[in-house]
């Protein structure tokens, strides 16, 4: 028998996201869409995918959603669609909803996947956390990939926005309180990233929650001027940036040196090479993460 | 029903509410929150599909997979965005964005 | 001890290029010939592999299946693989000429283009459903990102429609894989056809993914993001959208058809995809012949080469599947070349439009005859590599006694002497001044080196057909 | 690599290369350009006349390439192929002459002599093709390579008949493709031998054969000019009168009947099309169009576009030869191919040196021409007594055999289309020659004072004499007329 709660959430979920999608205003259906995120968190918690829904709850929700405040300030005028051209497409959208659901119901109950593959080789693998053994490890071809989509749509940001730099956020007022906030805040965010990183191989967690709180962090600093905007211009957003993904590659292609197979990790070595890969892939998440947003103007002080 | 099921179902829904908004709404930042509910929705169904088997450990695979498309539908969301930003910057909109789709 | 791990590195040259390009943006140029250029030759290496070895599995982090991932390199995927190389060192080349080195522009450039091939080659050496995800959306991104180097607001808006219509279509393809790996959990491309069965999931399944992978083919009637997308571009990134990452969605969806669904399927959604593969072709190519501006002629006119290749599915066989093949490559060639010309034309005399170019051809021969023969093979005449898949691809539709599809690909053949004559009947118009400008010939000389290449491959397509058959469907 | 397979790849080169070549010679470099081609026809002349002692001799002459599965590339000569190799060899060096001084001082002369040898090279091709795709290959390169020559000008009119011309000969293209591909696909491979290689298909697929059959003469039918196809060849006179001679006797019309002639005899075999029933058709459509060409000539007032309505006509006759069954009407189709070539290059390089030197483009401005430029006159004369079948001229030979294949082969309706097309040929011509030669010149000039320079004289008398040699001398051993007997008799022994 299904818990209410469950029912509950998985009734609320679409709702809300109607509601998201449906509101005339745009402020207020990015606030409900950092609602619906956490809630989607929750669901995700309460399918024993507490890493994942931490990842939702950092990137997929924080991130995103300060992405879209900071992208704001439209100006064009909200179009609301014809009546009857949305009446149609809801119901097409709802007949499609009904079709997949009912095929979803078809597939097999009570299926393992490959879930007891993985158990059974996670000691090869390094790690005992089955979700980081298949992303750093198993499947970690997907993560090397993924990892540049993250650089190269962070390059094509920088393109994208290069001379407008000093436009964006129109940057908080910075009281002194906010500023001590910020101080407590940040040293602690460091420490937490630097703590997940490290169960990650144990534990839920890893590199690209540690990244998201990171880059939190960061975006906090830029916000209140304690940080310079990152540009590649600087060495040191250089050496964020790269860490990660030239590590990544030396991972990948080094083997191959030694008739291995690509990313192939030395046999005892893998533990400790995913460790140093998860932090420097975190260091560069951040980074890229980081950039991701509009720098703001050039702080007159630079610090970080 | 079994509290996955009830997941994926919502999960479905939830992509097919973002699919039609994406089609439906003419505002570029309305169609990028589209999407990323959609992409939610898929992430949903695929975490459900992890939890089938009523005790155990969840499969990891899925939750594997949902990670890395997290990161993925950030960048894509990020690139959109700092286009909208420029587009904006550059004081109007393109013809291809007053286009109703 | 294996040999020389070929396969690895067509992936791992282009991203090692990328990321030191990266690191020392002075050298950013060079460093990208000189990985264009490596990976020419890995590709290369894959090509003998396969001819020699027919197909060929590497794993990744030697894990067996189905826990790891695989890259698998069969007769088409090397096909492919080095014909891409092949216009890609000529794309890397050209942008060498076209970018005034250290712009900022081609500081973008080169590692963007370097990261879309990694994904590229990724892509055609895939053999995993959610891999095959991730290398697309690799793809997809960094060719938005390259639209977005326009900086206009054109090139903007353009590139912001596509990444839109690009975002909905890898999450319908993203939950065709969910249903996949919920209802077989394996996401092996082989591992999947060994299991796939008809039925409702299956369906589903196919929907999704086809209709995703249709979304950024695209397939007729979704291209509305193209047009402007390979027009408003800088000339070098609608080269290598048109050439070659226009064709990773279709690569993709003709791997996962003859993969996974082809068989249990049967022919009647092929069949769908062939109508709209011939809607495509037609409407394509009239609206072609209508163009004012030259790049969006050409534009058009890959959409129409686009729905001619997705003719394939409802002819699949070997004799279509190598004409599709073939398709795609001696496009490939054609489409660079056409852009190339096209923009060394828009670079002198300031416009593109088609009426305006009477006489110019006395200014600029060499841009026009490379051109007119890209023109050519485009047209499907013989001697082309247009002409050979043309031919295989009708000979096919009449053993099959379906004679339609042949007909579409002949009016289609039509439509495009259509365009292509109208933009080539002003070169004969006699010019006031007829001496050649003085400029830098580098481009017209790579603009006819893959207008030949296309026509060489209308010359000697034995080997390239043999190649394209090791491994293929019979 | 024998001399057996290399010498057919030789004549496609001997005018491939130049072409090459003289795409690369800068525009000024007249005088090599002049020598190289003439130095690449000789060379042509010489090579042909070799395989042409081999044929004689039995020898097998053939270059195979490996292509696409199930068809190769492959040239081979036998003797129709080589009728018409030299046939265009021969008209080509003369057409080159006539060329180089017909363009002294214009512009662009690198680009038309390039395409114009590239026409010459396909047209080998299309002469020595040993299948129907190599046939389509070359047949489609003569199309490209020949829009460039009928445009040449870049006036609108040439620019339009450009336009028309690419419409006719694409969609003709898309039906021999359509026809080759699906005979392809019915027979696997589709090798040119004479008697044809379809027969046994016939049992199974008898309305495939027939449609694929319509589908082949239809393509070929544009270039052929087959009434209703023919609109394109009147308007493209407006290219320069090396072109027309291109057009109607060198390469173009003549690649369109040698290609139906092909389809019948060497494709499906004259008795395997007869059995199908399409002979009968054809012959009445090439009939139609002999009269039609004809009275369409008669209507004319420009003297080019009579010409032009004359060859719609005259090719025709070909094909009726051909449709005809029957040997004898066979040889006289097949002759003409020859003979209509040899009188009508003569009567275009004329007309060009009325042009070029008294502006006379329409026929009723010829009066008294005939005094101011005699030899050219004289050539033109022939030619003309030559279409409408003037003993000894060649046009003679032609009728003479279609005449006796018509009442052999029982087809006497033919009689009457031979003698409506005589009649109307002397009703087109012979006031030509009257106002030419008995009318007085509006302004006076003494002979030989206005003739046209030696280098569109000699041509232009050479064919002239041409045509009378292959008329008087038909019954030597060389003459068109025995290697039209040669090829009959091979393409109808059992």
Redesign the interface.
């Known amino acids: 028998m299904?818990?209410p709660i469950?029912?509950l959430?998985?009734?609320a979920?679409?709702l809300i996201?109607?509601r998201?999608?449906a509101t005339d205003e745009?402020p207020t259906?990015?606030v409900l869409?950092i609602a619906?995120?956490l809630l989607?968190a929750l669901?995700?918690a309460?399918?024993?995918?507490p890493?994942?829904a931490l990842?939702?709850a950092a990137?997929?929700t924080g991130?995103?959603g300060a992405?879209?405040m900071?992208?704001?300030?439209?100006?064009?005028r909200?179009?609301p669609?014809s009546p009857w051209?949305?009446r149609a497409?809801?119901l097409?959208?709802?007949a499609?909803?009904v079709?997949?659901?009912?095929?979803?119901?078809?597939?097999?109950?009570?299926?393992?996947?490959?879930?007891p593959?993985?158990?059974a080789?996670s000691e090869e693998s390094g790690v005992a956390q089955?979700?980081t053994?298949?992303?750093m490890?198993?499947?970690?071809?997907?993560?090397h990939?993924?990892m540049?989509?993250?650089?190269?749509?962070?390059?094509?940001?920088?393109?994208?926005?290069?001379g407008?730099a000093s436009?964006?956020v129109d940057t908080a007022p910075t009281s002194s309180v906010v500023m001590m906030l910020v101080e407590l805040i940040v040293p602690a965010l460091v420490v937490l990233a630097g703590y997940l990183v490290w169960r990650g191989s144990r534990a839920p967690g890893g590199a690209?929650q540690a990244g998201a709180i990171l880059a939190g962090g960061a975006v906090l600093l830029l916000l209140t001027r304690r940080m310079a905007p990152l540009s590649?211009e600087r060495q040191m957003v250089?050496m964020f940036?790269?860490a990660g993904?030239?590590l990544f590659?030396l991972v990948?292609?080094v083997p191959?040196g030694f008739?291995?197979?690509?990313?192939?990790?030395p046999r005892g070595w893998g533990g400790s090479l995913i460790l140093g890969l998860e932090s420097a892939l975190t260091l560069s998440i951040a980074t890229i993460?980081t950039m991701?947003f509009?720098q703001g103007a050039p702080a007159p002080r630079r610090r970080g | 029903?079994?509290?996955?099921?009830?997941?994926?179902?919502?999960g479905?829904?939830?992509?097919?509410?973002?699919?039609?908004?994406l089609?439906?709404?003419?505002?570029?930042?309305?169609k990028?929150?589209?999407a990323?509910?959609s992409a939610?929705?898929v992430?949903?169904?695929l975490?459900?599909?992890?939890?089938?088997?009523?005790k155990?450990?969840?499969?990891?695979?899925?939750?594997?997979?949902?990670?890395?498309g997290?990161?993925?539908?950030?960048?894509?969301?990020?690139?959109a965005?700092?286009?909208?930003?420029?587009l904006?910057?550059g004081a109007q909109?393109g013809p291809s964005d007053e286009r109703?789709r | 001890?294996?040999g020389v791990?070929w396969l690895?590195?067509t992936?791992?040259a282009p991203?090692?290029g990328a990321?030191l390009g990266?690191?020392l943006?002075r050298a950013v140029a060079v460093l990208a010939l000189v990985s264009s250029l490596s990976t020419a030759v890995a590709s290369a290496g894959v090509a003998v592999l396969v001819a020699r070895h027919g197909t060929i599995r590497?794993?990744?982090?030697?894990?067996e299946l189905?826990?790891?991932?695989q890259?698998r390199a069969d007769g088409l995927a090397a096909l492919v693989l080095v014909a891409f190389a092949v216009v890609g060192v000529f794309i890397t080349a050209y942008a060498m000429v076209h970018f005034e080195p250290g712009s900022?522009?081609a500081r973008?450039f080169f590692?963007?283009w370097l990261?879309?091939w990694?994904?590229l080659d990724?892509l055609l050496l895939s053999s995993d459903v959610?891999?095959l995800y991730?290398?697309l959306?690799?793809t997809t991104?960094?060719s938005?990102?390259l639209v977005?180097?326009g900086g206009d607001p054109a090139a903007?808006s353009s590139a912001l429609r596509y990444l839109l219509f690009a975002m909905a279509g890898s999450l319908l393809y993203l939950?065709g894989v969910a249903?996949l790996?919920?209802?077989h959990?394996?996401l092996d491309l082989d591992l999947l056809g060994a299991v796939v069965t008809r039925?409702?999931?299956t369906w589903?399944a196919l929907a999704l993914i086809t209709c995703g992978l249709a979304l950024k083919a695209p397939l007729f009637p979704l291209h509305g993001w193209l047009p402007a997308a390979y027009a408003s571009a800088p000339v070098p990134v609608s080269a290598l959208l048109s050439g070659v990452v226009g064709k990773c969605s279709l690569y993709v969806l003709v791997r996962i058809w003859l993969g996974v669904f082809g068989v249990p399927l049967g022919r009647a959604p092929a069949v769908l995809i062939g109508v709209l593969g011939a809607a495509g072709v037609l409407w394509a190519s009239i609206v072609a012949c209508r163009q004012q501006r030259l790049k969006l002629l050409v534009a058009y006119s890959s959409i129409a080469q686009l729905g001619t290749i997705f003719l394939v599915f409802p002819l699949m066989g070997r004799a279509a599947f190598a004409g599709g093949a073939y398709l795609v490559i001696s496009h490939a060639c054609a489409a660079a070349a056409m852009f190339i010309a096209a923009g060394t034309i828009e670079q002198v005399v300031g416009h593109d439009e088609i009426d305006r170019l009477d006489g110019l051809a006395h200014r600029l021969p060499l841009t026009f005859v490379a051109f007119a023969l890209a023109g050519v093979s485009a047209m499907g005449m013989p001697p082309s590599g247009g002409f050979v898949a043309k031919w295989l691809l009708v000979r096919t539709a009449f053993e099959l006694h379906e004679w339609w599809w042949a007909a579409v690909i002949l009016i289609g053949g039509l439509l495009s002497a259509a365009y292509v004559f109208r933009v080539l009947r002003g070169a004969f118009v006699p010019a006031p001044i007829t001496e050649t400008i003085r400029r830098s010939r580098a481009s017209d000389l790579l603009a006819l080196g893959l207008a030949l290449l296309a026509l060489a491959l209308g010359l000697a397509p034995d080997l390239p057909l043999a190649l394209a058959a090791q491994g293929a469907p019979s | 690599m024998t001399a057996e397979n290399v010498l057919p790849v030789g004549v496609l080169l001997s005018s491939l290369v130049p072409a090459l070549i003289i795409f690369l010679l800068p525009e000024q470099r007249h005088g090599t350009r002049t020598a190289l081609n003439l130095f690449a026809a000789v060379t042509k002349l010489v090579l042909t006349a070799v395989i042409g002692w081999g044929v004689v001799h039995h020898r097998r002459y053939e270059t195979r390439v490996r292509f696409l599965p199930g068809a190769d590339l492959v040239l081979h000569a036998d003797p129709f192929s080589l009728l018409f190799v030299t046939l265009s060899a021969v008209l080509w060096l003369a057409t080159t002459i006539y060329a180089v001084g017909y363009l002294e001082g214009s512009p662009q002369r690198s680009r038309f002599f390039g395409f114009f040898s590239l026409c010459v090279a396909s047209t080998m091709g299309i002469a020595l093709a040993g299948n129907l795709l190599t046939f389509f290959i070359f047949y489609e390169m003569l199309t490209l390579s020949t829009y460039p020559l009928v445009v040449h000008r870049g006036t609108p009119e040439s620019l339009h008949a450009g336009d028309v011309y690419l419409a006719y000969t694409m969609t003709g293209a898309a039906l021999l493709f359509a026809g080759t591909a699906s005979l392809y696909a019915l027979a696997g491979s589709v090798e040119f031998v004479a008697g044809g290689s379809v027969g046994p298909l016939v049992a199974g697929h008898r309305g495939a054969l027939m449609l694929i059959f319509f589908a082949l003469v239809a393509g070929l039918g544009v270039k052929a000019a087959l009434f209703p196809l023919h609109g394109w060849l009147p308007l493209a006179m407006v290219a320069p009168a090396p072109v027309s001679a291109l057009l109607h006797a060198v390469a173009v019309v003549k690649a369109g009947a040698f290609g139906i002639t092909r389809v019948v005899y060497d494709v499906y075999g004259v008795r395997v099309a007869e059995e199908l029933g399409v002979m009968r058709p054809l012959a009445f459509v090439a009939a139609a169009t002999v009269v039609f060409g004809s009275v369409m000539a008669l209507a004319q007032r420009d003297l080019k576009r009579r010409l032009a309505y004359s060859t719609v006509s005259q090719v025709s006759l070909i094909v009726l030869g051909v449709a005809i069954v029957g040997t004898v009407s066979t040889i006289g189709g097949v002759v003409h191919l020859v003979h209509q070539g040899l009188m009508k290059i003569t009567l275009f390089f004329a007309a060009g040196n009325l042009a070029e030197k008294l502006h006379v483009t329409r026929v009723d401005q010829m009066r008294g021409v005939g005094r101011r430029m005699p030899l050219t006159m004289l050539a033109f004369t022939i030619g003309a007594l030559g279409m409408i079948g003037v003993p000894p001229i060649a046009g003679f030979v032609t009728k003479w055999y279609l005449g006796i294949g018509a009442i052999e082969a029982g087809a006497s309706w033919a009689i009457a289309i031979l003698a409506a097309s005589t009649a109307l040929n002397a009703a087109y011509f012979l006031p030509l020659l009257r106002d030419a030669w008995f009318e007085p010149a509006e302004t006076q000039g003494g002979i030989l004072a206005e003739e046209a320079t030696l280098s569109l004289v000699l041509p232009t008398v050479f064919t002239a004499t041409l045509s009378i040699a292959a008329g008087a001398l038909a019954a030597s051993g060389v003459s068109p007329l025995a290697w039209a007997k040669l090829i009959a008799t091979r393409e109808y022994q059992p």
């Open positions: 299904i818990p469950d029912l959430l998985a009734t979920l679409p996201a109607w998201v999608l745009l259906s990015v869409f619906f995120g989607s669901a995700w309460r399918l024993d995918a890493d994942v990842v939702e990137v997929g991130l995103t992405l879209l900071s992208s704001l300030r439209s100006m064009e909200p179009r669609p051209r949305a497409i809801a097409v959208a709802a499609i909803a079709a997949l659901a009912s095929v979803v119901a078809l597939l097999p109950r009570g299926a393992l996947g490959l879930g593959a993985v158990l080789r089955p979700v053994a298949v992303l490890n198993f499947r970690g071809h997907d993560t990939l993924e540049l989509v993250l650089l190269a749509a962070s390059i094509g940001v920088l393109s994208i926005q290069h407008t436009h964006g690209f590649l250089r940036l790269f993904p030239v590659f990948a292609a191959l008739g291995g197979d690509m990313l192939e990790y993460l991701f509009p | 029903m079994p509290p996955w099921l009830a997941y994926a179902a919502s479905v829904s939830l992509f097919a509410v973002g699919m039609s908004a089609v439906l709404h003419g505002e570029v930042m309305r990028i929150l589209a990323n509910v939610s929705g992430f949903l169904v975490v459900a599909l992890a939890r089938r088997a009523p155990g450990p969840p499969d990891p695979v899925p939750h594997a997979l949902v990670l890395t997290i990161v993925v539908s950030v960048s894509a969301t990020a690139l965005l700092a286009l909208v930003r420029q904006r910057h909109l109703r | 001890m294996r791990p690895e590195l992936i791992l991203l090692c990321l990266l690191v943006q590497r794993s990744v982090g030697a894990w189905p826990l790891g991932i890259l900022r522009a973008s590692p963007l990261f879309a990694t994904g990724a959610f891999n991730v290398t959306e690799l991104l960094t938005v990102g977005a180097t903007l939950l249903l790996y919920g209802a959990g394996v039925g409702p999931v589903g």
